[in-house]
């Protein structure tokens, strides 16, 4: 009975931490993807494209805001389970 305990309070163990993994992965994809150099916008849109069309854009995807303000609808939908995500390419 004893390995079966054991056995029990590591799966609790682990699954407990399973959330906070999953928080920390997600987040540090987020930074390095905000931090990474290049326009995202360039490359959806190409460097030709007029300014209102990239500042329509950039304001759509929530690029113009800064970091800890467009992560937390994302966050927020995720915890609730209505999470719908926003394709710039599949909205064409």
Known sequence: MS????LLRYLAARLSLAP???W???SLV???LRLAPGDPIDALLGTRAP???RAALRAQLGLD???SISTAPSWASCCTAIWVPR???RSR
Not at 3 to 6: G, S, T, W
């Open 20 to 22: 906070l993994m999953l």
């Open 51 to 53: 300014e209102s069309a």
């Open 65 to 67: 805001q800064p970091c």
């Open 24 to 26: 920390l992965i997600a």
């Open 3 to 6: 390995r079966r305990r054991a």
């Open 30 to 32: 987020f930074l390095l």
């Open 87 to 89: 394709s710039p390419i």
